[in-house]
Nanobody, 123 residues
Framework: QVHLVESGGGLVQAGGSLRLSCAASRRASYLAWFRQAPGLEREFIAAIKWSSRNTYYADSVKGRFTISTDNAKNMVYLQMNSLKPEDTAAYYC???????????????????WGQGTRVTVSS
């Protein structure tokens, strides 16, 4: 079992920055961030392999968002810069120990999820 708790969401103006945090009860092979806007499907944002720190990003956020870990604290972060109104969504931290690399962007491959934190970007 991996328990995940997100924090750091809030209201920010377009062009601003936020850093989301995810506290994990234990390490997992892969950790990821997804988001879901009202009426839309859950969308992959970024993932990191804890052991190698290899990272993977959705094209929509590449160059603006950065995923990272703090191994000592079992924390995963999502630094979000140059935020846009279309980034408004609930953001979820996810983890799994058994997924394969080809599934890293697939929400169905993750067995553990946090409750989410809401991000609102005003124009």
């Amino acid at each position: 079992q991996v328990h995940l708790v997100e924090s750091g969401g809030g209201l920010v103006q377009a062009g601003g920055s936020l850093r989301l945090s995810c506290a994990a009860s234990r390490r997992a092979s892969y950790l990821a961030w997804f988001r879901q806007a009202p009426g839309l499907e859950r969308e992959f944002i970024a993932a990191i392999k804890w052991s190698s720190r290899n990272t993977y990003y959705a094209d929509s956020v590449k160059g603006r968002f950065t995923i990272s870990t703090d191994n000592a604290k079992n924390m995963v972060y999502l630094q979000m810069n140059s935020l846009k109104p279309e980034d408004t969504a609930a953001y979820y931290c996810a983890a799994d120990n058994t997924l394969i690399l080809s599934s890293v962007r697939d929400s169905r491959a993750y067995g553990y999820w946090g409750q989410g934190t809401r991000v609102t970007v005003s124009s």
